[in-house]
């Protein structure tokens, strides 16, 4: 059988390079979907927070759980290509590509309400969850999901929102680290 011109168009191929700015721009596009997703549960197939009873009536509560649904997305994309870089591209173009979207979503949070003078203060629980997240994921995925549910929802003894934090933990780091691990990080 040959293949035409037209079937090899319909094949999805990945990018076999990406610069710093393509990897920033993707990673927060996956960010905010992995977020929406989960908070509304489109796409269906883990555990969304509200059937887990993590979203609160009270605004304040619920906001609070949706900036720390949303720092634990970033730090699972972040995981993910670190995982996928690390050995593979020199540290400064990780750095720059992860940089580049934090930069992207904190932009975004701003162009959608966020005052821009709670940056710093978001900014700065994001680099202490992410240290507590990095060495929590270092012992095994339960410890990890015990310190992102203990961050939602003020504790951790909700076993059934501990398995969906680590389901979307590995439903997001894994397949983007195999995603990235064919893709060379190149100078702009």
Do not use: C
Request: no cysteine; net charge negative.
């Amino acid at each position: 059988m040959q293949t035409t011109l037209i079937d090899d168009t319909r094949e999805f191929r990945p990018p076999q390079t990406m610069t710093p700015a393509e990897l920033a721009d993707s990673l927060a596009r996956l960010v905010w979907e992995s977020f929406s997703d989960f908070l509304s549960n489109e796409d269906g197939v883990e555990t969304p927070l509200p059937d887990v009873d993590a979203l609160y009536d009270d605004e304040a509560a619920s906001s609070r759980t949706a900036e720390e649904t949303l720092i634990f997305f970033m730090w699972a994309h972040t995981r993910g290509a670190q995982l996928a870089f690390m050995g593979r591209a020199p540290d400064e173009l990780i750095r720059s590509g992860l940089d580049a979207m934090h930069q992207a979503v904190f932009e975004d949070m701003v162009q959608n309400g966020t005052p821009s003078e709670q940056l710093p203060k978001f900014e700065e629980r994001v680099s202490m969850r992410y240290a507590e997240y990095h060495q929590a994921a270092e012992a095994s995925d339960d410890h990890l999901g015990r310190a992102v549910v203990r961050h939602l929802v003020g504790d951790s003894k909700r076993p059934a929102l501990v398995e969906a934090i680590r389901e979307r933990a590995v439903a997001v780091a894994n397949p983007l680290r195999d995603f990235l691990e064919d893709v060379d990080l190149v100078v702009n």
